[in-house]
């Protein structure tokens, strides 16, 4: 008669614990992953590039730092001739609210209503087409900036007169797409400053590649100087009147023997070369716009 051994059971006691660890590990995993797809779908489908660009603008910051390095006298020099500037541009804020309390109070004399008031947000350009760099750009505003199609884009000189740069055409959550008034596709109009004349810009031909626009369908006269300024109009919804879109060229033409109007070249009032941050109006919301 044979003896029976009692068979020992080598199953591991820890298997259920190896097992639920894993378990929790692989749904850590998965759960990870789907916030990882859904942050990059929400890049894609809402301004993907926007974060790419964005650092490009670091740069600025890292050359910022390398101020550290320099010779403290170096240094003094910058903060004096900084100090000022700024001073400077204190005497001209001062300046600037001496006129708007005394056109406020000659509005109040007069019983003029006011004008709508208007904001201005800054915005730096992001992304350019290198093969139509003076025609259009990104900027990083945008409906969460409260940013809106059809609001003029702007420039300052240095005597802190306004210069068209171009409209907002397309607006997404964090950026903004802006045609400029080179762009042939953009229609605005602008008034002559030496006869009051209302033309339409991009309504013509010009010669490529000596950055100016055609300014057309103005009313015929013989009266356009050369170099007169053209200012917005205020036609436009979100563009405030006064600001200015450039100068006339020489030489104004006749489109046809049938069409009564003029054709003549823009100089526009900004340098896209040097372009690299911009303001945009923000115009006060309408009643029927208020959902």
Request: glycine residues 8%.
């Amino acid at each position: 008669m044979t003896k029976k051994f009692p068979v020992k059971n080598h199953r591991n006691p820890r298997l259920p614990l190896i097992v639920a660890l894993v378990f929790i590990a692989v749904l850590t995993v998965i759960t990870a992953g789907f916030r990882v797809v859904r942050y990059a779908i929400g890049h894609i489908a809402d301004g993907f590039f926007y974060p790419y660009n964005k650092l490009a603008r670091q740069s600025d910051k890292l050359s910022d730092n390398s101020l550290l390095l320099l010779d403290k006298n170096v240094l003094a020099s910058r903060v004096e001739k900084l100090t000022a500037v700024n001073r400077e541009l204190a005497l001209q804020s001062q300046s600037a609210n001496a006129l708007m309390d005394e056109n406020r109070k000659l509005r109040s004399l007069l019983n003029l209503r006011g004008n709508a008031k208007i904001s201005y947000t800054t915005a730096g350009i992001l992304l350019r087409d290198p093969q139509h760099f003076s025609d259009g750009f990104t900027i990083d505003k945008g409906r969460r900036d409260g940013i809106r199609e059809g609001a003029a884009v702007v420039d300052v000189n240095d005597n802190g007169r306004l210069l068209l740069v171009g409209i907002v055409t397309q607006v997404d959550s964090r950026t903004g797409k802006v045609m400029t008034v080179l762009n042939k596709a953009l229609r605005i109009s602008g008034r002559v400053s030496s006869n009051k004349a209302v033309g339409f810009t991009n309504t013509g031909e010009v010669v490529p590649g000596r950055g100016r626009a055609a300014f057309g369908m103005l009313p015929v006269r013989d009266d356009y100087i050369p170099g007169s300024m053209v200012t917005t109009t205020g036609f436009e919804l979100g563009v405030p009147a006064g600001i200015k879109i450039g100068e006339l060229h020489t030489g104004s033409s006749r489109n046809s023997s049938e069409q009564a109007d003029f054709n003549c070249e823009l100089v526009p009032a900004v340098n896209f070369e040097s372009l690299r941050f911009v303001a945009v109006a923000m115009m006060p919301v309408r009643p029927e716009e208020v959902r």
